[in-house]
Every structure is written in C-alpha cells, then in structure tokens.
C-alpha cells in the first residue's frame, strides 16, 4: 500500500507523495468511445515503448515511490507483453492494477492476470443496459462481452471495480449503474466527470452543468452509507468539498482513508499525488491535461517527477487563479486542472464547471 499523502502546509505547498501513476501502455484499442481522450483506433501505433524500456520505467518510478501504477491504453490486452509488464513491476514491489473495457477476458487472459500479480481491474460501464452501453462504447454486443468479462475476472479471484463517466445521456443511469455494480460484487464504484479532451470534445453538448454536477456528487453522497462498496469520484474535484461539507453538517467525521485505489484523499491529484505517462513514454499531470511535462525517453522519471515546471505550479495552491484562487476548499479540491485547460488555455484557471461561491461556510 502506499505512504499517506502529506497534509498541506501553511504555505500552500505539500509534500508530493507519488501515489498513482497511470501507464498508457498502448493507444491500441478495439473499442471506438465517444468520449475517448486518446482517439483510440484498432492498429498498432509506432514508437510504442517496448519490453526492455517499460522495464526500465518501472524500475525510475521505484526510484520515486510506491505508487499504484494502472496498466491503461487504449485496451492494455492488447500488448503482448502485458503480463511480464505486470510481473516485473509485482516483482519490483509495486501494486499493478489493470484498466481493461472487460471484452477481451477470457479464462486464459484472467489467470495471466492473477498469475502476473494484478490486484484490481477496473471496468466501465457507462449504462445500466446493452443500447445505452454500446451506443457510448461504439459496438455493438459491448455491454454483454464486458459483463461476461468482469464474470470471469471474478470467478478468477480477482477484484474488480466499475468505473463510469457521467454524461446527460445516462446521468438518470446512474442509480441502476451503481445497482449493477453491486449485483456483480465489484468491490467499488468511481464515477468520472466528462472532461471534454480528444473525442470528447465533440460531445461536449452532452456535459452536466455545474448545478448537475453539484445534484450528482450530493446524490453520491448520499449513497454512501447504502451500499457496500467503495465510491470515489474522479475528475470532479467539488466532491471533497461535499464530503465536509455535508459531514460536518450532520455531525459526522469522515473517515478519510489514505492509502489504495479508493484513498479519499484530495480533489484534483493531478502533478500532486499522481501523473499520466503515454505509449510514447510522454509524461502529463493527467490524461486529460494535454501539456507535457517530460519524456521518458529522454530523462528520468525522477527528473521529471521532481523537476517539471508543470508540476510544480501546480504544487503550491496558492498559485489557482479566479475563484480557486480565492477558495477555501483550494487544498481538498484544487478544481479541474484540465477542464480549466481546455475552456481558457490555462491550466491554472478557475474551473468552469463549479457552482460554489468561495467564503459562505466559512
């Protein structure tokens, strides 16, 4: 498990704990989503790290932390290489979880799986039935191979969580998605904001609003004590600010775990505690952040970890602009840096996508 992330200090600085590190080992995908980030397509793509250098990665990141790194892509099954990949770092010490779309596991894949160390799989469903699924996932029997695939993975032992990105077109989904989840014993449920990069720029008409989103994440909230899995909201920073406030106001402490793929931790993670690494070995804040921020390729992951000037903006919170700048929740939401990115060119903005007016609770 991974060391607690560092408490902020008066400064606005905190100490940088790698916590997660997702690896697109390849861009190559069989699926064609309408909100893909990386624009996925079916073929190989070039100057893909190989075996001797995705070694060789794993071995700088050791050098940093022990983070939890997420095998991603595109669909990482699609390497042929991925479970020594998945060994090597097991071997190392570090905690290999995998991000698959379920459609490829089938018995032999998910005993590699096992045998290779993975902990977790993530899958996304982003419907609660075949034509919302496939219709998101652009193929059709999607829904049904992904549900076979979790099948399998469970029946191999290994734990897996539902993943889901929120759009207008299945935001009244939701409640049945997180049903399904439950029915099929994932061991937790994440729900992802749209952040309209790559594909999604082009459904950016299908995004919540800003009083939808804050409905949803109260809505999330709410769920909490009802079901028995894990819930975690990625790329919607506000949901930390929600946590106390909402907790406070019913006189309860939250317990804030601080370690593993549900750590509740802080809103945005990006440059902090976590950092996106490409099939061409190009470093981001995130997978959504198009900034570059270091390559692998040509320097250490050290070096970028502790050197960017990207990440280093981004460490002290004093430097968000707008009304983050002026929040009061700054260090436990920090807002989306990449949706910030994407509506103004800036990465140190305001979020567009917040209806919270900083100073009421204070």
């Not at 079916?42 to 001797?52: A, F, G, K």
């Not at 998945?86 to 071997?91: D, E, V």
């Not at 370690?259 to 190009?282: K, M, N």
């Not at 939401?333 to 994407?342: F, H, I, K, L």
Request: with cysteine; charged share 25%.
């Amino acid at each position: 498990m991974n060391h607690p992330h560092g408490h902020p200090h008066a400064t606005g600085q905190q100490q940088n704990t790698l916590r997660l590190v997702a690896w697109e080992t390849t861009r190559r995908c069989n699926l064609s989503c309408k909100h893909c980030r990386a624009g996925a397509e079916d073929h190989p793509y070039e100057n893909e790290l190989d075996t001797r250098a995705s070694f060789k990665l794993l071995d700088q990141i050791k050098q940093v932390g022990n983070p939890i790194i997420i095998l991603t892509g595109g669909e990482p099954l699609l390497r042929d290489d991925i479970f020594d990949i998945a060994a090597y770092g097991t071997k190392l010490g570090l905690r290999m979880v995998m991000a698959p779309n379920g459609t490829l596991i089938t018995k032999e894949t998910a005993k590699k799986m096992k045998d290779s160390g993975i902990k977790r799989i993530s899958v996304s469903l982003d419907g609660s039935t075949p034509e919302t699924h496939d219709t998101f996932r652009g193929l059709e029997n999607a829904f049904e191979s992904s549900i076979r695939g979790i099948k399998i993975a469970k029946e191999a032992g290994i734990e897996f969580q539902i993943n889901t990105t929120i759009t207008k077109t299945n935001l009244d989904q939701i409640p049945k998605i997180l049903d399904l989840a439950q029915d099929l014993g994932a061991v937790a449920h994440h729900i992802f904001l749209l952040v309209p990069t790559g594909r999604g720029k082009y459904i950016v008409d299908t995004e919540i609003n800003a009083k939808e989103y804050e409905q949803t994440l109260n809505w999330f909230y709410d769920q909490r004590e009802k079901v028995n899995l894990q819930l975690k909201a990625t790329c919607a920073p506000h949901y930390y600010r929600i946590l106390r406030q909402r907790s406070k106001k019913d006189g309860k402490s939250v317990t804030f775990e601080t370690h593993g793929l549900d750590a509740v931790t802080r809103g945005c993670l990006a440059g902090t505690g976590f950092c996106f690494i490409s099939h061409v070995g190009r470093v981001q804040t995130c997978g959504f952040l198009d900034v570059e921020c270091g390559d692998i390729t040509k320097q250490t992951f050290k070096d970028v970890w502790e050197n960017s000037r990207v990440f280093n903006e981004l460490r002290n919170f004093n430097n968000l602009e707008g009304k983050c700048g002026l929040c009061e929740f700054k260090r436990v939401c920090g807002g989306c840096r990449a949706r910030a990115y994407e509506a103004t060119g800036s990465y140190l903005a305001e979020e567009p996508l917040c209806s919270y007016q900083p100073g009421k609770t204070k």
